[in-house]
């Protein structure tokens, strides 16, 4: 049973807004490419695992533990009365090779140390139980989900801590049968007790980069044109209410000014003044939190992203966006 939903990171939404207002240097291109070729990795490995069933176990998906000072991050945590698997998630592909410990990709070495990491977040893990006095195992594997990963290693230890995409059904099935009592639950309210948000968050821009304006969904094109309740797309065609347009760029203003606060004047700036204040306003009202300080109103998005918004059927009934194919 999947505990949490796989979200996208705040890493991977900030490039996607990002590359929406500008042309990306080749370090961001970089990063966004390795953020999206995790988050593609991690629902594969959901999707394997939907498909073998998990009934039988409880499974946190992207969780982030704090042990004393420091924070952890955790693609699955695997739970049921044995203990806890850490299930660290790669999605390398091409053909690697792991002499005296050192990981290379195509001869040039690489800048994780994937067998270190898993075993520091299993170690954290193992700290926890033992200062609980918890008497349930800690193990972890390294899942390699893509089909085209291959290892070379004069390590022959190293294939017990790994877990390749041709055996990956087998593994997740080895989970059935298995028994989720009083020792599960137990885990999961110890891990529960030690879940926070990702503290590692610093994405700001410098606005003087971005593009203004509102961008259409379906094509990305700023070339819009105003009908009473929607904009329509100059490009494509697409039509999207006024609410959804605005939707998306407050979503994309809180990733790309992670921690700054939005003001009504900010915002407006933001979205180049492209819709009256009145209708701006209203749209602010119905969808963020207000916080007064002083004379000064912020803004905060109620929802964690503009997709999770969307989903919110109940509150688009009035008018539709038609996206062209
Ligand atoms: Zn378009």
Same mark, same amino acid.
């Given at each position: 049973m999947f505990l949490n939903p796989r979200n996208k990171s705040q890493d991977l939404l900030f490039y996607e807004a990002l590359q929406r207002r500008t042309d990306l240097t080749n370090g961001e291109k970089s990063w966004f490419k390795t953020f999206q070729k995790g988050f593609v990795g991690e629902c594969l490995y959901d999707e394997i695992f939907e498909d073998v069933g998990h009934d039988d176990v409880l499974v946190y998906r992207d969780l982030y533990l704090k042990f004393g000072k420091s924070v952890t991050q955790y693609d699955a945590l695997v739970i049921n009365d044995n203990g806890i698997v850490v299930n660290e998630i790669k999605n390398y592909t091409g053909e690697y090779k792991v002499e005296g410990g050192d990981w290379f990709r195509n001869g040039q070495r690489i800048s994780e140390e994937p067998v270190a990491q898993l075993n520091r977040s299993v170690g954290k893990l193992i700290g926890l139980r033992n200062s609980v006095n918890g008497n349930f195992g800690v193990s972890g594997k390294l899942i390699f989900? $893509?089909? /085209?990963f291959y290892l070379q290693t /004069? /390590?022959?230890?190293?294939w017990s801590k790994i877990v390749v995409r041709m055996d990956l059904r087998r593994y997740l099935r080895?989970?059935?049968?298995g028994k989720i009592g009083n020792k599960s639950q137990f885990i999961v309210r110890l891990l529960s007790e030690n879940i926070v948000e990702n503290p590692y968050i610093d994405n700001n821009v410098d606005e003087g980069r971005l593009r203004k304006g509102l961008y259409c969904g379906?094509?990305? $094109?700023?070339n819009l044109i105003k009908s009473r309740f929607h904009l329509v797309c100059g490009e494509c065609e697409s039509k999207e209410s006024n609410e959804t347009h605005l939707l998306r760029a407050m979503s994309d203003y809180q990733f790309l000014f992670y921690g700054k606060d939005m003001t009504r004047i900010s915002f407006m700036s933001f979205i180049g003044d492209c819709l009256t204040p009145r209708v701006v306003y209203r749209i602010l009202l119905k969808h963020c939190y207000i916080n007064k300080k002083g004379n000064q109103t912020t803004y905060t998005f109620k929802y964690r992203n503009f997709d999770n918004a969307m989903a919110k059927p109940e509150l688009f009934v009035k008018y539709k966006d038609h996206l062209k194919e």
């Open positions: 989900v $893509s089909d /085209d /004069d /390590d022959n230890s190293l080895k989970f059935r049968g379906q094509c990305g $094109s700023f």
